[in-house]
């Protein structure tokens, strides 16, 4: 699975940006999707995570109610909708694809492919 995220850029705090994420490739036909996030200076830590149908969904507890995903599969693209942007919301962001349908988890080591990640930089 080969995965391009999109959409990052300069956003002002309270702003809104939509990152894309669009898989191809074999094997997987039925990913779920995570994004995480490597702030400067800071680990990668997860954002979120949309199953292959798109009903069940997960997000860290410092985009909740902020950030929302959804997804196209006829288009392979998941979006984040990324909205009420913080100054602590500066990152590069990456989506990886999971081999389940069904894994909405938080742990980086359980996605099987990553995108190359897309900077998002919000200005105070």
């Known amino acids: 699975v080969q995965l391009q995220a999109s959409g990052g850029g300069l956003v002002q705090a309270g702003g809104s940006l939509r990152l894309s994420c669009t898989a191809s490739?074999?094997?997987?036909?039925?990913?779920?999707i995570g994004w995480f996030r490597q702030r400067p200076g800071k680990e990668r830590e997860f954002v979120g995570a949309?199953?292959?149908?798109?009903?069940?969904?997960n997000y860290a507890d410092s985009v909740k109610g902020r950030f929302a995903l959804s997804r196209d599969n006829a288009k392979n693209t998941v979006f984040l909708q990324m909205n009420s942007l913080k100054p602590e919301d500066t990152a590069v962001y990456y989506c990886a694809a999971h081999s389940s349908a069904y894994y909405v988890g938080s742990g980086a080591r359980a996605y099987d492919y990553w995108g190359q990640g897309t900077l998002v930089t919000v200005s105070s």
């Open positions: 949309i199953n292959w149908s798109g009903d069940s969904r």
């Open positions: 490739g074999r094997p997987f036909s039925t990913p779920s």
